[in-house]
């Protein structure tokens, strides 16, 4: 099984914007090699009849009609917003620019 390496790790902090020191490095990237361990082992267990699920109960989802009703106008729905521009609710940037 390949390792990660702790640059890797530094990598995927630096793109998931998390920052870290450098003992959280060092520990993350031995973290990480049991975590891929583990992941491969489930991968072996897992053969072509055992289905993927992402929930270890069945779900089944309940729909209801898709009615018209009344609703607010743009106006309406914007009378409370602390801010607003071009008919839409107007909120502070949280992300810098893309990388």
């Keep these: 099984m390949a390792s990660i390496s702790r640059d890797e790790v530094a990598n995927l902090a630096r793109l998931a914007r998390i920052e870290m020191t450098e003992p959280e490095l060092d520990h993350l990237a031995s973290e990480m090699d049991l975590i891929l361990g583990a992941v ?7 053969g072509a009849d055992v289905p993927p699920t992402s929930h270890p109960l069945a779900l089944q989802n ?5 009615v ?14 602390p801010a ?10 949280i992300l810098g620019d893309a990388e």
């Design 62 to 66: 309940i729909f209801r009609p898709d």
């Design 40 to 46: 491969a082992r489930v991968q072996e267990v897992a």
């Design 68 to 81: 018209v009703a009344p609703s607010l106008t743009p106006d309406e729905a914007l009378s409370g917003a």
């Design 84 to 93: 607003q521009a071009d008919q839409r609710f107007k909120v502070p940037q």
